[in-house]
């Protein structure tokens, strides 16, 4: 079955820099555009970032536009976010998600159309 397993989460200091990856198994990584949500405390989950199945296109919710990166490594099957300039309020669990359908197929924005979410990571940005 789809495993998608997210790393490097933590503790970093307002204004400091955290590097997440989200390793893939169980089906061709490649033809599958990926995607990032956060949730905070008491909030719902929301879109961050996305990246087509090749890598070549890439999404952004207009907040984090210049401060995070999504980016894909298919030889690898791990979808990353870089994320700098961090801010109290970028505190969440980040999750990875992969698109239901292959290829260019539905929305990048909607929680919907990702058929496959890993378990989470904390990210804690202190002030």
């Known amino acids: 079955q789809v495993q998608l397993v997210e790393s490097g989460g933590g503790l970093v200091q307002a204004g400091g820099s955290l590097r997440l990856s989200c390793a893939a198994s169980?089906?061709?990584?490649?033809?599958?555009?990926m995607g990032w949500f956060r949730q905070a405390p008491g909030k719902e989950r929301e879109f961050v970032a996305a990246?087509?199945?090749?890598?070549?296109?890439?999404y952004y919710a207009d907040s984090l536009k210049g401060r995070f990166t999504i980016s894909r490594d298919n030889a690898k099957n791990t979808v990353y976010l870089q994320m700098n300039s961090l801010k109290p309020e970028d505190t969440a669990v980040y999750y990875c998600a992969s698109k239901g359908g292959a290829y260019n197929s539905g929305s990048y924005f909607r929680m919907g159309e990702y058929g496959y979410w890993g378990q989470g990571t904390q990210v804690t940005v202190s002030s």
């Open positions: 169980g089906r061709t990584f490649s033809s599958y555009a």
């Open positions: 990246i087509s199945w090749s890598g070549s296109t890439t």
